[in-house]
Structure formats: structure tokens, C-alpha cells
């Protein structure tokens, strides 16, 4: 029931879109799932970083104030979308994606436990059924949530990734959770989702040589969210995910703005 009013509750603000009236969101909290971007951003060791070049910042000749700024950086850095293009030959690229699969209701597998004792922890099938034997069966459509525990050390990139070094000697030293292969098809096999996020810097774990669960994903046109905020506060069911990304024309991957929504009855 609850699922199925907020699945109204989007379809009605799709429609109103541009003509809101004063009301029309039910009561309830807006949670940003977002890190912001600066010079602590974290990047995978061979990626290029997030810069920010001042191009103006003061006051004018004529007597006014007036800012701007160029920035530069990858695709994949921060709070970001893995496109199936990133891993799927011919899969769709970011400004592809439907939007009806970026907004869509959540649910949390939260393994925080398991993965802050095992940096190498992989979420396991056995951890979905486990969730569903205590929540009921992932619906069809859903966004799932992965709560590793690892956002309470970001910006801190060696207690997040495993090690703050660069280019392949980072990349060798990577130890973070991510979610099994195996999980990953039955996740698209068995429950057909419509998109995955996690609190680390890859679905795959960082030892992984692979990638094979971005492989399995991205093969069936499922976006993957990474470096997502907050999952701490985001129920186990009952949010409502909003995820929309810059729209590259023809990218891989984009930042993204990944919000939810938690009606007061989820709470």
C-alpha cells in the first residue's frame, strides 16, 4: 500500500511538472544522498580529479559583484552514474537513460556489520533473501539501496578505499565492499530491478579484477549509483528515490544528484 501511494504521489508530480501548486507534496523529509564537489572528492586512483578555476570573483569595473568558474574532472568521481555503456558495448549512454528508471520507490539492503568487519565483504544472494524473509519480496521496478557503512569515512580516502595512493599502485591497494556477481544476476534475473547505488566507490569490490558485477548490470541496461551519502538515514522501505544525472550526450557516467524522498508514515 504504502509502495503504491508513492508511486502515485511521483506519477502526480510528473504531471504537474511546471505548474505546482502550493500543497501538493505530502508531508514528509527530503534527504540529500548527494557529496558535494571540491578538492576532497574522491576519485578512483587513475581518474582525474575535481578542479575548480576561478575565472572571476569580485566586484567589476562597473560596481558590481560577479562570480564564475570553470571546473574539469571524470565522469566517475564522487557521487556519480555508472551508464551500461561504461561496461555494456552499445548499452545506453547517461543522457539515454529513461527517467522512469531513475525515479522509482527504494529499498535498503543495509550490511553495514557484515562489510565494516570484512573490507573485502561481498553482498551475497543469501543477504537478499535474508532481507526478504524479514520485509516481503523486492518489487519489481525498485531502486536498491546498499548500506555498506563506508560513508562515515568519507572524505577519508584511505579508511574509503583502502589506500590514498595513485595510478596502478592505488588501484592494486583498493579494499571496499561491493556487491557479488552472482547477487548481481540474481538481482536482475529474479527481481528485475531498475537501477542499484552503494556507498562505496565501486558495485564491485576493490580487489576485483573483473568487474564482473558492472559486467552483469550494465549487460542488461540496469544504472549503477556510486559514492551515494547518507544511506544511514534512508529507511529499509518507504523512500522514494529521485537520481538524476548531468546529462552528457553520449557518456559513460555523470555526477549525479541523487535525492529521496521519505513520507512521514515511512519514518
Request: with cysteine; proline share 6%; net charge negative.
Amino acid at each position: 500500500m504504502l509502495l503504491t501511494k508513492i508511486v502515485s504521489f511521483v506519477a502526480l508530480c510528473c504531471l504537474t511538472a511546471g505548474c505546482a501548486k502550493p500543497g501538493i507534496y505530502p508531508s514528509g523529509q527530503w534527504i540529500d544522498l548527494s557529496y558535494d564537489y571540491s578538492s576532497e572528492t574522491i576519485y578512483w586512483p587513475t581518474a582525474e580529479p575535481f578542479k575548480l578555476d576561478t575565472v572571476s570573483a569580485g566586484v567589476t569595473e562597473r560596481g558590481y559583484y560577479y562570480s564564475a568558474y570553470n571546473f574539469s574532472a571524470a565522469e566517475h568521481g564522487g557521487t556519480h552514474i555508472d551508464a551500461p555503456l561504461h561496461f555494456a558495448n552499445g548499452g545506453k549512454t547517461v543522457d539515454q537513460i529513461p527517467l522512469t528508471q531513475l525515479i522509482a520507490p527504494a529499498i535498503k539492503v543495509d550490511v553495514s556489520q557484515k562489510a565494516i568487519a570484512n573490507r573485502d565483504y561481498q553482498v551475497s544472494v543469501e543477504d537478499f533473501n535474508t532481507w526478504e524473509s524479514q520485509h516481503g519480496k523486492i518489487p519489481e521496478g525498485s531502486i536498491v539501496l546498499l548500506q555498506t557503512g563506508y560513508g562515515r569515512y568519507w572524505p577519508d580516502r584511505v579508511k574509503y578505499l583502502g589506500t590514498d595512493k595513485r595510478g596502478a599502485e592505488g588501484v592494486a591497494e583498493l579494499h571496499f565492499p561491493g556487491l557479488h556477481p552472482e547477487a548481481a544476476k540474481w538481482l536482475i534475473n529474479s527481481r528485475r530491478i531498475n537501477a542499484i547505488g552503494i556507498d562505496t566507490a565501486s558495485i564491485d569490490y576493490g580487489q576485483s579484477q573483473t568487474f564482473n558485477s558492472h559486467v552483469v548490470l550494465m549487460g542488461k541496461s540496469t544504472p549503477v549509483f556510486e559514492n551515494v551519502a547518507n544511506l544511514d538515514k534512508v529507511p529499509t522501505v518507504g523512500a522514494q528515490i529521485i537520481a538524476l544525472p548531468m546529462k552528457i550526450k553520449g557518456g559513460s557516467g555523470a555526477p549525479l544528484r541523487i535525492i529521496a524522498f521519505v513520507p512521514d508514515e515511512a519514518r
